[in-house]
């Protein structure tokens, strides 16, 4: 698992805005939903097929986790210049491009897997190559997402999406690449690159554009209409300390450094948002300390779970059967209980699932637990990345989204680094342990921010700043 005035530029979001047809999310979500959820099929019989593949190559945990390691060490190194180049460029066209490349990459490595000259160090340098690309697109996926649908059908918007990538790669995908897997370690590989050239194509028959300069003169164009004088207009108020105010960025003017920092300094004066940044920080780091040794963990005679080859991609079915829960619910448990008590439910939930599968080891226990993980985690997403895409200007939301990716998803391979590095210390136990001590002190600094009058008021700010 990423605003406000900026939306949209196609004929099918003006058609969605008649009164008729106020719910209709429009043919280029369609096209983005199917493109979603067929690459995320792919990814999902990666997500078992990988590191079946890696546990054939290796059982030290170290070189086993330098699998996850290198997937992830691109959010780390190049996410905030992902986020200046969202902001730059036609952000669909750089999703395609990036599909485009992560299917000749993956059909490359499906060739050396058939022609059994796959190692596990070119496992980690497929692994960097899809991670380096899925950095771009994500970036350029969560702010494209505003400009698809408009801003008070996020939610609704945020959830299907998920809700697709969850079965897809979650239910369908890992059971399917593990089956597959058992026939010929190529297949799940070479099926994923054809995920990801039909989710290009999908992608590139988007309409509308999604530039910069096209963005900015549509904003300067709706700000020029919203200050023409009217009988019933208010005299101006004093801007909200709320949402801290956009510099308005000059295309040519200034380098990639600078414009980093633009975004990092508008994350860094919101309190609530910044918070949301450290807790997602590290929600993943604890997060892939257990997972960056699960098929140590569950498969074979030395693992924990002492499961077969076979059943390994049935171990995500719990946490996809939560997830889609969560994808479902999350705007309804919001709407009942309110989004900040719904965000501190799911910070609990996460921190007392690695503490369950760390002390009992059972394979029962490991499913009810990932099937709560899977339900916090979405309501969690859910939530907070709709605050932050109505929230962020829509000039910087690329970079304000890298900076928060920075820091979520570059813990991702700190975390696996000490995940392995503590399995070959201490067990294969300990990883999980770890990770529930550092969120249980995640949570307890986090609490007296995150509460549920701050995230009321944050909400509200940003819906009275739409009208």
């Given at each position: 698992m990423s605003d406000v005035d900026q939306r949209g530029t196609s004929s099918d979001q003006r058609r969605t805005s008649s009164s008729g047809a106020r719910d209709r999310l429009g043919a280029n979500y369609r096209r983005l939903w199917v493109a979603s959820t067929t690459s995320n099929l792919g990814d999902g019989m990666d997500s078992a097929a990988l590191p079946l593949l890696a546990e054939a190559l290796t059982r030290d945990p170290m070189?086993?986790?330098?699998?996850?390691?290198?997937?992830?060490?691109?959010?780390?190194?190049?996410?905030?210049?992902?986020?200046?180049?969202?902001?730059?460029?036609?952000?669909?066209?750089?999703?395609?491009?990036?599909?485009?490349?992560?299917?000749?990459?993956?059909?490359?490595?499906?060739a050396a897997v058939v022609f059994d000259v796959a190692t596990i160090w070119l496992l980690y340098a497929v692994s960097i190559g899809l991670g380096t690309f899925e950095v771009l697109f994500d970036n350029a996926a969560s702010a494209l997402m505003p400009a698809v649908v408009r801003s008070d059908q996020l939610e609704k918007a945020n959830g299907r999406l998920f809700a697709g990538e969850i079965v897809t790669n979650q239910f369908v995908g890992p059971a399917l690449g593990a089956w597959l897997f058992g026939i010929a370690a190529a297949l799940p590989i070479l099926l994923d690159a054809g995920t990801f050239a039909i989710s290009a194509a999908l992608i590139f028959a988007m309409t509308g554009?999604?530039?910069?300069?096209?963005?900015?003169?549509?904003?300067?164009?709706?700000?020029?209409?919203?200050?023409?004088?009217?009988?019933?207009?208010?005299?101006?108020?004093?801007?909200?300390?709320?949402?801290?105010?956009?510099?308005?960025?000059?295309?040519?003017?200034?380098?990639?450094?600078?414009?980093?920092?633009?975004?990092?300094?508008?994350?860094?004066?919101?309190?609530?948002?910044?918070?949301?940044?450290?807790?997602?920080?590290?929600?993943?780091?604890?997060?892939?300390?257990?997972?960056?040794?699960?098929?140590?963990?569950?498969?074979?005679?030395?693992?924990?779970?002492?499961?077969?080859?076979?059943?390994?991609?049935?171990?995500?079915?719990?946490?996809?059967?939560?997830?889609?829960?969560?994808?479902?619910?999350?705007?309804?448990?919001?709407?009942?209980?309110g989004r900040g008590v719904a965000l501190r439910i799911s910070l609990v939930a996460?921190?007392?699932?690695?503490?369950?599968?760390?002390?009992?080891?059972?394979?029962?226990?490991?499913l009810v637990a990932q099937a709560l993980y899977g339900f916090a985690a979405v309501m969690w997403n859910v939530i907070t990345i709709s605050l932050r895409q109505r929230l962020v200007p829509d000039e910087l939301l690329g970079r304000v989204n890298s900076v928060f990716r920075f820091l979520g998803w570059g813990a991702m391979p700190v975390g696996a680094l000490v995940g392995g590095a503590t399995a070959a210390a201490f067990g294969l136990r300990a990883p999980w342990l770890t990770a529930a001590g550092v969120m249980t002190v995640a949570v307890l600094l986090a609490l007296p921010v995150l509460t549920p009058a701050a995230v009321a008021a944050a909400d509200d700010e940003a819906r009275s700043d739409e009208r």
């Open positions: 070189l086993f986790a330098g699998v996850a390691i290198a997937g992830r060490l691109p959010w780390l190194l190049f996410s905030l210049y992902a986020g200046v180049i969202a902001d730059r460029v036609d952000r669909r066209r750089l999703m395609y491009g990036c599909n485009a490349a992560r299917f000749a990459l993956m059909a490359a490595f499906g554009t999604y530039s910069r300069d096209h963005r900015r003169s549509r904003k300067l164009s709706a700000a020029a209409e919203a200050l023409e004088p009217d009988a019933g207009d208010l005299a101006p108020t004093e801007p909200s300390a709320a949402v801290p105010a956009a510099t308005p960025t000059v295309p040519g003017r200034r380098g990639a450094v600078a414009e980093i920092g633009e975004g990092l300094a508008w994350l860094r004066r919101h309190r609530l948002l910044w918070t949301f940044a450290l807790l997602t920080a590290a929600m993943n780091g604890a997060t892939m300390m257990g997972y960056a040794i699960l098929g140590l963990f569950a498969v074979g005679e030395e693992s924990v779970l002492q499961l077969g080859q076979a059943s390994f991609g049935l171990l995500f079915v719990a946490g996809a059967t939560g997830s889609l829960l969560g994808s479902f619910g999350a705007e309804r448990i919001a709407g009942v209980l996460i921190g007392v699932v690695p503490l369950a599968i760390g002390l009992t080891g059972d394979v029962a226990v490991y």
